[in-house]
């Protein structure tokens, strides 16, 4: 999760997000160089007083000014629309989890299992134990197989809501009368704290999501005692 002055990303516990990652670091180094070398021009003319009046009216340079840019958004087209690909792939999922968003809390429910369902809401400050973090705990955590193919089918019963986990690379909107699909992969066991991103009410800000991504092992034990 993201610690106090954080200016980075949280770090990645997906292969999605290993990828996003990458990008942003393909991505910003573009920019940079962009930036040094257009500071680098504005500056030249500052400090100089010399004109080659032939460079104003070449056709050369109009050339590579036009072609340069074109091959440098295609440098950034080409990975953005593979990771976009590689985001909506879904391949034989082993389990998959209904997430209803409300106003204001969520509810989960295993579709593999008859009869395992239930609501997450956020525990409330008076209530937290020493240790816990304000805003983000809730009374039941969603467990969740690690390094395995898992569908999330999400949707909301009310106003817009949005399920957002940042470290994992996830973002979807939950919208009424309208089932959207994520996938989702943890490479890693842990506790994974995301919140509602869309405003959706006065109490927007207290919708947390906590993933508890477990063995496989520990996940078939906690199912059975849950059924």
């Known amino acids: ?12 516990s997906s292969p999605i997000m290993e990828e996003l990652l990458h990008f942003h670091d393909h991505t910003l180094m573009i920019v940079f160089l962009i930036s040094s070398l257009v500071l680098y021009i504005i500056s030249l003319m500052l400090t100089t007083k010399l004109t080659h009046t032939s460079t104003m009216d070449a056709q050369e340079v109009e050339t590579i000014w036009t072609i340069l840019p074109a091959i440098i958004l295609i440098l950034i ?5 593979r990771i976009l690909y ?7 999922p082993c389990l998959t989890v209904k997430t209803m968003g409300h106003q204001w809390y969520w509810s989960y429910e295993y579709t593999d299992y008859e009869d395992l369902s239930f609501d997450s809401y956020m525990i409330p400050t008076s209530d937290l134990n020493p240790g816990d973090l304000r805003l983000l705990e809730v009374d039941n955590r969603v467990v969740l197989p690690m390094e395995l193919p898992i569908r999330m089918l999400i949707s909301s019963e009310d106003v817009l809501h949005s399920w957002a986990m940042p470290s994992l690379g996830l973002k979807t909107d939950a919208i009424p009368g309208r089932l959207n699909q994520a996938t989702l992969i943890s490479t890693r066991p842990g506790l994974f704290y995301g919140q509602c991103s869309e405003i959706c009410g006065s109490n927007h800000s207290f919708m947390p999501i906590v993933l508890e991504m477990v063995p496989l092992k520990h996940f078939e034990n906690w199912s059975l005692s849950m059924i």
Do not use: H, R
């Open 1 to 12: 999760m993201a610690y106090p002055f954080q200016l980075g990303f949280q770090d990645a």
């Open 77 to 81: 087209a080409l990975p953005s629309l």
């Open 86 to 92: 590689m985001m909506d792939e879904i391949n034989n």
